[in-house]
């Protein structure tokens, strides 16, 4: 009260009463508005640091395809979300005695060049440390903002606790598996068993809490499947997934592994990347999906994450086609290498809304009378 009275004085009676009508506006909204109801912007490879300067002539010189799509960066994840990114993706590689990904064959490619060292892509040794490992591409694009997965999370969970009115932020996590055809010294990514996607659930539970997350538990609620529950309406209303977190899986061939003994994800943490329909559908991924194919999904109920760029392609020649598409459409995620607060350095492309709005009523699936401002988070400046 004391701060209110203050806040008062400051504006004056009448502006204060308007302030007071807004956040009381906004709180009512907030018990109608769901989570599907709304739309965001996401960061698509959040933790990508990009290449040292050397790498980047190395890469110049022997590889400028490879460069050419994989040339953009993210700042810290914490610095995303203040910007207004909603929604972040992160790259796990499963490494449960350390090591396995410490060493990077592009570091000798770059000295037998005869190229300076760059500085360490691992100076904290994080590399060597057991558990999942956050990055793009093992032995040539490693470079992230947080190595650790549990770190990278962390990040996510301080911002979050310093921001508890913020709407749900949603953490995309894909999962790495494998050999790189092109780098046949690289480290063979491990495969994700259901074994490993028990021991991620836990690196994620020893984060956040159930009680900071939206899990498929959470949505499901009395239905006997999470699909019936999704096609009822029966996702969370903002009011009660205000300063959470939702986890959604990428890959759409995790999804018989991370079920396996858990139907329609009864007790799992992620959404699984589901085919529509299935017992565990929910969330489903139309990264190049038609806008009547998104919107078709999105007025069933289902979350959707599309893109809206992809390779550095658009945004080195201001091609908006894709991008004012699927902002048109009823994505709750729209995923990019250059929302607000990283504009394309080559061109005027950007992925925003309008007034700088960190998110907005959902075009297709808002409730009536849903007004965007008042979802109630600052707009992001550049």
Not at 3 to 30: F, I, K, P, S, T
Request: proline share 7%.
């Amino acid at each position: 009260m004391a701060l209110r009275g203050a806040v008062c004085v400051a504006l004056g009676a009448m502006l204060c009463v308007v302030a007071g009508a807004q956040e009381n506006n906004a709180a009512a909204q907030d018990k109608v508005v769901r989570l599907n109801q709304i739309q965001v912007i996401g960061s698509h490879n959040s933790y990508h640091a990009g290449f040292a300067p050397s790498e980047r002539k190395f890469l110049e010189m022997k590889n400028p395809k490879a460069l050419h799509g994989l040339d953009y960066h993210h700042a810290p994840l914490a610095d995303q979300l203040s910007g207004g990114v909603r929604q972040i993706e992160l790259d796990i590689f499963a490494d449960p005695s350390g090591g396995r990904y410490a060493h990077l064959w592009l570091d000798d490619a770059v000295k037998e060049t005869g190229l300076p060292p760059g500085p360490s892509f691992d100076p904290y040794h994080e590399m060597e440390k057991p558990g999942f490992k956050v990055m793009h591409m093992q032995g040539f694009d490693q470079r992230s903002t947080c190595h650790l997965f549990v770190t990278c999370l962390t990040e996510v969970r301080e911002w979050s606790r310093a921001h508890p009115h913020h709407l749900p932020i949603f953490i995309l996590v894909e999962t790495k598996e494998g050999d790189v055809e092109e780098i046949p010294n690289a480290a063979k990514a491990l495969p994700f068993t259901p074994a490993v996607l028990d021991r991620m659930d836990k690196a994620i539970l020893s984060v956040f809490s159930k009680s900071e997350m939206v899990t498929p538990d959470d949505v499901r609620g009395k239905y006997k499947t999470l699909n019936e529950a999704v096609l009822a309406g029966n996702w969370p209303t903002l009011a009660e997934a205000r300063g959470k977190v939702v986890f959604l899986m990428d890959q759409r061939k995790e999804e018989t592994l991370y079920t396996e003994g858990h139907p329609s994800l009864r007790g799992r943490i992620l959404f699984t990347n589901a085919v529509p329909g299935a017992p565990d559908a929910a969330f489903t991924e139309q990264n190049e999906g038609t806008p009547a194919e998104i919107n078709a999904l999105v007025k069933q109920g289902y979350l959707v994450r599309t893109r809206s760029d992809e390779g550095t392609e658009e945004a080195r020649t201001n091609d908006t086609r894709r991008r004012d598409e699927v902002l048109a459409s009823g994505a709750q995620m729209i995923s990019t290498d250059y929302p607000r607060s990283e504009p394309s350095p080559w061109t005027k492309f950007v992925v925003e809304f309008p007034n700088g709005l960190v998110a907005r009523c959902n075009p297709v699936t808002k409730p009536a009378g849903c007004v965007d401002t008042l979802l109630g988070e600052t707009p992001v400046t550049k």
